[in-house]
């Protein structure tokens, strides 16, 4: 009886030891592949924000355009504030008036009506003379006159530089002349621009 004692105890020590073994040795099993697993998740993250960032780039871009038009927009306003410094020093010293034609001048001298409805057309930019509103805040030449208009002068510059245009402007005629309604900034900012014409909607007065 003793005998088969110790067999039993050793058969069960044994089966004890075997099924501690296993256990330990499936624990490290379980830890790599966690570690795999964390690996690889990181992986998945870091190629997530890879594709993040990647997707982000546009916006980079576009906000490096935008300060590169904004400082290219500020170099165009300080030219043509220079510019139109000396076009006022000139015509003061002519003795002629440096601001745009002012339309309800022009009107009430020449008992003028408006004639029909607008008519879309392509207008040379020197025969826009005046203004209906605006007289005191652009040249003769439809340079900036005060620096108020610093802001949105650029804003129509970033604009047409950036879309490669301007959106019709509003005019009146009078005879071979043209006061703006709507659209001041635009022909001061095509007129920086070197441009010679500009797309408008016309009405005509006589």
Not at 21 to 47: K, M, Q, Y
């Amino acid at each position: 009886m003793p005998t088969e004692a110790f067999v039993v105890v050793v058969v069960v020590i044994a089966v004890v030891a075997t099924a501690a073994s296993l256990i330990v040795a499936r624990r490290p099993r379980a830890r790599r592949n966690t570690h795999r697993g964390g690996r690889d998740e990181a992986r998945e993250t870091a190629a997530s924000g890879a594709d993040a960032a990647h997707d982000d780039a546009g916006p980079s871009v576009s906000l490096h355009d935008s300060m590169f038009w904004s400082e290219a927009a500020e170099q165009a306003f300080a030219k043509a504030r220079r510019k139109a410094g000396w076009e006022r020093l000139r015509n003061r010293l002519g003795g002629r008036d440096y601001r745009l034609l002012p339309f309800e001048d022009v009107r009430r001298q020449g008992h003028l009506l408006p004639g029909g409805e607008q008519t879309p057309c392509t207008v040379p930019l020197a025969s826009i003379v005046g203004s209906v509103g605006k007289p005191e805040q652009f040249t003769r030449s439809f340079r900036p006159a005060t620096e108020r208009l610093r802001d949105r002068w650029k804003m129509a510059y970033t604009t047409a530089r950036v879309t490669s245009g301007f959106r019709p402007v509003e005019l009146y005629q009078v005879g071979d002349g043209y006061f703006v309604v709507d659209g001041h900034y635009r022909v001061s900012v095509a007129r920086a621009l070197g441009s010679r014409t500009i797309d408008a909607r016309v009405r005509r007065w006589s």
